[in-house]
């Protein structure tokens, strides 16, 4: 495990940090932070669809659009919706794929085939493959690409009207791009709950990481555990500081940040005890689970996990840099951001961020161990009413302590 001659001083400097009798010290943060020192118990074993590529329970639509996809894609006849980002921002990977199953959903109320492409900083292919929807623009006849209605950056839903004045005959819209996800579409476009199985399925129907990608994971999950299939469990969490972003953009302070990461780390640390549905037992309780897997835009936080100042927790190696802000176009520099949604994607119990990037992860691993951290007071109500109607099977952590906005 990475990191152990430094864990036996740091865990004695904890200890002294979270003393009873230390002055300052909270109840609630003596207890958090003891977690970090017990993280006991054995690895959930449980497959993801990224593991065994099978994609069960799939809404009917998913399938007949892809069949519908394949069976027109080269045709003659074929109109396409071509996503983009060639200029101007884009936004980082988690607003521009989730903004690709919103443009999925128009193409199939408009019967057009969907197209994915981006210049910036590189193209999609260098990371991601089609997966049974061949979103690529390989083959497709260049004079069909230059017959453009440009619907710009879309955000907020386009009126009825807005939709018929169209021009039907122009045989490619171009949306420049997009976030709007599960806001509805048009009359036949059928309805995509977040952090839901059925978005899922969409995603992992068009998106599959690359052999570069997989390999970089692979040496990753074998740096950190020693073994490149050993089991885990990760947990993401988006408080600010990427390469190229600052802190400012998440508008938190840090006492909120340190409490917010805490509280992820606790959920976690729950979530993997019981993700199997009961009490361990004294013989699996007396064996130590693989150190918990932190992804987070926090570089800070990154290079504090590896030097061992928090026990029980591995971070990966890299830097990470923003997609939009980073104007590098280094291959390998860009691949962290897919290596991080795979690694998410892996892990046999996961926690994530009610963010785009962790809902992305989500779709790409579509656990059965997962759960999802408000970010604020304000996030808690419609994660809760999405659990309520039954639009999400994953549970919402424990949100007592939670920073308010």
């Known amino acids: 495990m990475a990191h152990s001659a430094s864990c036996a001083s740091?865990?004695?400097?904890?200890?002294?940090?979270?003393?009873?009798?230390?002055?300052?010290?909270?109840?609630?943060?003596?207890?958090?932070?003891?977690?970090?020192?017990?993280?006991?118990?054995?690895?959930?074993?449980?497959?993801?669809?990224?593991?065994?590529?099978?994609?069960?329970?799939?809404?009917a639509w998913v399938s007949e659009y892809a069949a519908f996809h394949k069976a027109t894609r080269l045709a003659p006849d074929a109109k396409y919706i071509l996503h983009t980002c060639y200029s101007g921002m884009c936004g980082g990977v988690g607003d521009r794929l989730r903004g690709v199953l919103w443009s999925v959903r128009?193409?199939?109320?408009?019967?057009?085939?969907i197209l994915v492409s981006w210049h910036r900083p590189l193209e999609l292919t260098n990371y991601f493959q089609p997966g049974e929807i061949d979103w690529t623009l390989e083959g497709i006849p260049k004079v069909s690409l230059d017959s453009k209605q440009r619907l710009g950056w879309l955000d907020s839903v386009p009126s009825a009207h807005m939709l018929a004045s169209l021009q039907p005959d122009r045989v490619v819209w171009e949306?420049?791009?997009?976030?709007?996800?599960?806001?509805?579409?048009?009359?036949?476009?059928?309805?995509?709950?977040?952090?839901?199985?059925?978005?899922?399925?969409?995603?992992?129907?068009?998106?599959?990481?690359?052999?570069?990608?997989?390999?970089?994971?692979?040496?990753?999950?074998?740096?950190?555990?020693?073994n490149s299939q050993a089991p885990y469990s990760a947990l993401h969490i988006r408080i600010g500081g990427l390469e190229g972003e600052g802190e400012a953009s998440i508008q938190l302070s840090r006492m909120s940040k340190l409490n917010y990461f805490l509280e992820s780390v606790s959920c976690l640390h729950d979530l993997s005890q019981t993700g199997i549905g009961g009490q361990?037992?004294?013989?699996?309780?007396?064996?130590?689970?693989?150190?918990?897997?932190?992804v987070s835009d926090s570089n800070f936080l990154r290079n504090k996990i590896r030097k061992g100042v928090l026990p029980g927790l591995v971070a990966p190696s890299y830097t990470s840099t923003h997609l939009d802000t980073v104007h590098n176009s280094n291959v390998m520099l860009h691949a962290s951001t897919f290596v991080s949604l795979v690694l998410l994607a892996r892990a046999r119990c996961a926690v994530y961020t009610d963010s785009g990037f962790s809902r992305v992860a989500f779709y790409l691993g579509r656990?059965?161990?997962?759960?999802?951290?408000?970010?604020?007071?304000?996030?808690?109500?419609?994660?809760?009413?999405?659990?309520?109607?039954?639009g999400s099977r994953l549970r919402v952590c424990d949100t007592s302590d939670l920073p308010k906005m």
């Open 175 to 226: 949306l420049e791009h997009n976030t709007l996800e599960d806001a509805p579409v048009a009359a036949g476009a059928p309805e995509l709950p977040l952090w839901s199985d059925t978005a899922a399925c969409l995603f992992q129907a068009l998106f599959q990481p690359n052999e570069l990608v997989m390999s970089a994971v692979e040496a990753e999950i074998a740096s950190l555990y020693g």
């Open 367 to 390: 656990q059965t161990c997962a759960a999802i951290m408000a970010r604020h007071e304000g996030s808690l109500g419609p994660l809760t009413d999405m659990q309520v109607r039954g």
């Open 280 to 294: 361990d037992s004294q013989e699996t309780a007396a064996v130590r689970q693989p150190a918990h897997l932190v």
């Open 106 to 113: 128009l193409a199939i109320a408009t019967q057009r085939v």
């Open 10 to 59: 740091a865990r004695f400097c904890m200890f002294q940090a979270i003393s009873p009798n230390k002055p300052g010290t909270s109840r609630r943060l003596q207890q958090l932070l003891l977690i970090l020192l017990a993280l006991l118990g054995p690895a959930v074993p449980v497959a993801t669809a990224l593991d065994t590529g099978s994609l069960p329970g799939c809404a």
